[in-house]
């Protein structure tokens, strides 16, 4: 089945910062990502759909222009949250798109913390 | 729109049957899931219900669908200690690419 890896799996930085986080699929060829965030003791709020080749569609209340989406390729997609700030501090994970429904590829998740 | 309610909180004995509820309210969702999450950990898929369905049966796991009120429910039998973690029931919502609209969580600790 198809390998989802994220990297980097932990990060730390400072306020103002900017992190890329990026959702790599191994052996499967991905025109869909979606990147969800878990806030800790909470759910997960999918945040936005990664297309290849064209923009993401963002869910309401995501701001656009502070968690830039890239889909690069057909197995690589990137979060990039611009000018972190604390309320960031959050544990993000993509998901592959266009598998059967029965199927489900998470990502090991990233935990990110602004200092 | 899309909510996915959980109860927040669940507490049985070692050995006894465990049932965590779900609601949903979109009614064209085409498969309902469960999954668990550790502590500090990603998710696993336990198990799926097509919306067709009634009721699957996995060894300890049986998830019923009552479509009608838009009801998930998971029971687990004979609920071991590494049961304990965070359940979440989660809805699809479009066809190729679909959405997973997620519940708040259920968090189910087994005392011994």
């Known amino acids: 089945g198809a390998v989802v890896s994220q990297h980097p799996s932990w990060v730390i930085c400072k306020s103002g910062t900017s992190v890329k986080i990026e959702c790599r699929s191994l052996?499967?060829?991905?025109?869909?990502m979606f990147w969800y965030r878990q806030f800790p003791k909470q759910s997960l709020m999918l945040m936005a759909t990664?297309?290849?080749?064209?923009?993401?569609?963002?869910e309401q209340g995501v701001e656009k222009d502070k968690f830039l989406i890239n889909h690069a390729s057909l197995t690589l997609s990137t979060l990039t949250v611009t000018s972190a700030h604390p309320e960031d501090s959050s544990f993000y994970i993509c998901?592959?798109?266009?598998?059967?429904?029965?199927?489900?590829?998470f990502g090991p998740g990233t935990r990110l913390l602004v200092l | 729109g899309e909510d996915v309610e959980q109860s927040l909180f669940l507490s049985v004995r070692e050995g006894d049957s465990s049932v965590i509820n779900c609601t949903y309210t979109?009614?064209?969702?085409?498969?309902l899931y469960w999954y668990k999450q550790e502590p500090g950990a990603g998710l696993q898929l336990l198990t799926y219900?097509?919306?067709?369905?009634d009721m699957k049966q996995d060894q300890r796991l049986t998830v019923l669908l009552n479509k009608k009120d838009k009801h998930l429910s998971l029971r687990i039998a004979d609920t071991q200690t590494g049961d304990s973690a965070i359940y979440f029931c989660?809805?699809?919502?479009?066809?190729?690419?679909?959405?997973?609209?997620f519940g708040s969580g259920t968090r189910l600790l087994v005392r011994p």
């Open positions: 979109d009614s064209s969702s085409t498969y």
């Open positions: 989660a809805e699809s919502i479009g066809d190729s690419s679909y959405k997973l609209i």
């Open positions: 219900i097509f919306s067709n369905m």
């Open positions: 052996d499967f060829q991905a025109t869909t």
């Open positions: 990664s297309n290849e080749g064209s923009k993401a569609t963002y």
């Open positions: 998901r592959l798109g266009g598998l059967p429904q029965e199927t489900q590829y």
